[in-house]
């Protein structure tokens, strides 16, 4: 069995930072994908950062020359460092993993358990 774990959320002023870090555990025979996923109050979850393996990334628009995700393939663990943040980033933020456990079976789909991280004065 796979699990993720979210730590690094928390309370911060406009303009601050916060790094977030993914850790997965379990029978993994390959990650091929992690990512971030955020749901503010009131809205559908949506995505924020993916990287893969081999280190590609892609990022939502809103947070394009602030955040930054990276990964530690040898400790399976995922990061996104959050700079010069704003109170519409304020959300519960997920970490995303697709996990392949066997051998001729595609990835499963994982996700944490989420962490909140507020951005307010």
């Known amino acids: 069995q796979v699990q993720l774990v979210e730590s690094g959320g928390g309370l911060v002023q406009p303009g601050g930072s916060l790094r977030l870090s993914c850790a997965a555990s379990g029978s993994i025979l390959s990650i091929e994908f992690m990512g971030w996923y955020r749901q503010a109050p009131g809205k559908q979850r949506e995505l924020v950062a993916i990287i893969t393996s081999g280190g590609r990334t892609n990022y939502a628009d809103s947070v394009k020359g602030r955040f930054t995700i990276s990964r530690d393939n040898a400790k399976n663990t995922v990061y996104l460092q959050m700079n010069n943040l704003k109170p519409e980033d304020t959300a519960v933020y997920y970490c995303?993993?697709?996990?392949?456990?066997?051998?001729?079976?595609?990835?499963?789909?994982?996700w944490g358990q989420g962490t909140q991280v507020t951005v307010s004065s």
């Open positions: 995303n993993a697709a996990v392949k456990i066997r051998i001729w079976v595609p990835p499963d789909d994982y």
